[in-house]
């Protein structure tokens, strides 16, 4: 019973993670960047506080240092690591950047 109610929280805060992100990313788009950020905030706050895993698609949508949402030529940029033979994906905001 513990174990299905688990598995039910888990799901409505995936679910609430996605919307968050989702609604970050148009608000960016909207010209509300504070607002954006504040989305992807509390998103990573409901990850930590849950223990949940950011959603497949929306792993790289956000930058996990600055929480600006990522806007491939925009806000990111992504480009060929020949050195260790990758994609990476950069922040134009603080420079942070990972392998996608
Ligand atoms: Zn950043």
Known sequence: MEHRRKKIIKQSVRDTVTKLLDEAH??????????????????????????VH????????????????????????????????CLRIECKKCGFSKRI
């Open 54 to 85: 950011v959603p497949k698609d929306y792993v790289n949508t956000f930058c996990k240092k600055c929480r600006i949402v990522w806007i491939p030529g925009k806000t990111a940029r992504v480009y060929f690591d020949r050195k260790h033979n």
């Open 26 to 51: 148009s608000e960016y788009l909207k010209g509300n960047r504070e607002r954006s950020q504040r989305h992807v905030k509390m998103a990573l706050y409901h990850i930590k506080k849950h223990k």
